[in-house]
Every structure is written in C-alpha cells, then in structure tokens.
C-alpha cells in the first residue's frame, strides 16, 4: 500500500460568471476570495482550495447515479446535528435550493443544497474522525 497522497487540495467546480458566484459563496458558505479573473474564481474555505472555473452554461459537477438521481460529488462536515440544523435553516432563509434533512442509515444526519449554477452538494452531520483529531 503506498501513502503518497495526504489531503485533496484543490476541487474545480463549474460556474457561468466566477464574480457572482463567488460572491454567493463568501456570503453563503464563508469562503474567502484569495484571487479573481474572467475565468476562475479562487476561493479558500472548508480547510481546501476550490476553484470557480468560467463553464459553458450548463454544465454541472454532479452526475446521475443508477437510479437516475442526480448525486452530488462532495460532501462537507459540520460538527453536530445542532450545526446541521442551523445552517439548513440559513440557507432556506437565504431561499437556497436545500433538500429536506434526512437520516440516511448510518451515523448523523445530511440535507443537500444547490448553489447559484445548480451544482448540487451534501452536507454531513458528523466530523471525520481524523478531522477532529486535528
């Protein structure tokens, strides 16, 4: 078994205008703008570098699972299910497109939500415990 990678860096994530969708991203996730252009946005929050590429109008980081669902490619953590609860409640105030909170079998609980190009993501009750051990 080899250990050569440690963490994921960066993530691209398609967006058609890097300024406004970077601007809903600081506002609704806390993210924090480290460079912009025509093309990309670079953003840092969540412990990770993303990045907000220019994309044709359209496209999407997610895909259709077997089931014909569209399925989110990333999940991000959030400590406890009072967090969970609270930023649910942030994003519908915000009238973001957010799933109901579900229980899905196994520890904590997860809602998904979309962000301003449809790209959709999961959010996850409980802490990796690697992470917390940071």
């Given amino acids: 078994m080899n250990n050569f990678i440690k963490r994921v860096g960066t993530t691209y994530i398609p967006v058609v205008d890097p300024e406004k969708s970077s601007k809903w991203y600081q506002e609704m996730l ?3 703008e480290n460079f912009r ?3 990309k946005a670079i953003l840092e929050f ?3 570098s993303f990045f907000l590429v220019k994309a044709q109008v359209g496209e999407r980081s997610s895909f259709f699972d077997s ?3 569209e399925h989110f490619t990333m999940t991000f953590e959030v400590d406890g299910i009072e967090q969970l609860t609270e930023f649910h409640e942030f994003l519908k105030k915000k009238e973001v497109s957010v799933g109901e909170i579900e229980d899905r ?3 904590g609980n ?3 939500f979309h962000d301003l190009d449809g790209n959709v993501f999961d959010v996850w009750s409980e802490l990796s415990p690697t992470f917390k051990v940071k």
Avoid: I, L, T
């Fill in 30 to 32: 806390g993210a924090v």
């Fill in 37 to 39: 252009n025509d093309v």
């Fill in 46 to 48: 969540a412990d990770q």
């Fill in 67 to 69: 089931y014909q669902q």
């Fill in 105 to 107: 079998g196994h520890p």
């Fill in 110 to 112: 997860n809602f998904v």
